[in-house]
């Protein structure tokens, strides 16, 4: 019984955005003065319907965000994203999916693409260098809450001063439950684990 109490207010718990925001892993720390020169958006996998590939939802928040930042700033919007799974030369990376939608949706935008990446590290490998070309050392990261702390820490391995921007997805009121907040709760352990495999091999 006394485990079957624990269980429920655990899930209870996970319920709750106050307590899923501080399961969170911490941002590093704020690197002042950033004069961002482009927005960098990190793809977020792609989805396969009937042969026809196409963003997720969270990869297309990601971008839509963005791509309005872009606009807003006036700045050139760098999509970062390759094929994690398969090498098949005819299958669209993340990257050329993001392009389509911002050519389609905010044709006035230039953009570049990081056409390699298979994850995070190399994401900021790549992006660097193609942002290196571009004499930009200064940027927007966007991508989610749970998965920055892992990007930016990428980034700033690589000399890419960025600053951090998402799309808040957790509800205002702390203490409402919120299926939202639960969804939530396994990317950010997934995140705390992937922070210390990266630790190990590449920070």
């Known amino acids: 019984m006394a485990l079957t109490w624990l269980a429920l207010m655990v899930l209870v718990g996970a319920t709750l955005p106050a307590i899923v925001r501080g ?8 690197i002042t003065g950033v004069t961002p020169q482009a927005v960098v958006v990190l793809g977020a996998g792609r989805r396969q319907h009937d042969g026809q590939f196409s ?7 990601r971008l839509q965000l963005a791509a309005r930042l872009a606009h807003e700033h006036g700045l050139p919007l760098v999509v970062s994203g ?12 993340e990257s050329a999916l993001m392009a389509d939608q911002v050519r389609r949706h905010w044709p006035h935008l230039q953009v570049l693409q990081e056409n390699e990446s298979r994850n995070t590290w190399e994401n900021a490998v790549n992006t660097a260098a193609l942002l290196a ?53 396994p990317e950010i ?13 590449y920070l």
């Open 23 to 30: 399961l969170l892993p911490p941002l590093p720390r704020r």
């Open 55 to 61: 963003l997720t939802t969270r990869g297309l928040g």
């Open 82 to 93: 390759g094929q994690k799974t398969s090498k098949a030369v005819d299958e669209p990376s």
């Open 133 to 185: 070309e571009q004499r930009i050392d200064e940027v927007m990261l966007v991508s989610d809450r749970a998965h920055l702390p892992r990007a930016l820490l990428c980034f700033q391995s690589q000399g890419v001063l960025a600053q951090a921007v998402w799309q808040k997805r957790l509800p205002r009121h702390a203490w409402r439950p919120s299926a939202g907040a639960l969804t939530m709760v």
């Open 189 to 201: 352990w997934y995140e705390w684990l992937a922070l210390v495999w990266y630790h190990l091999r």
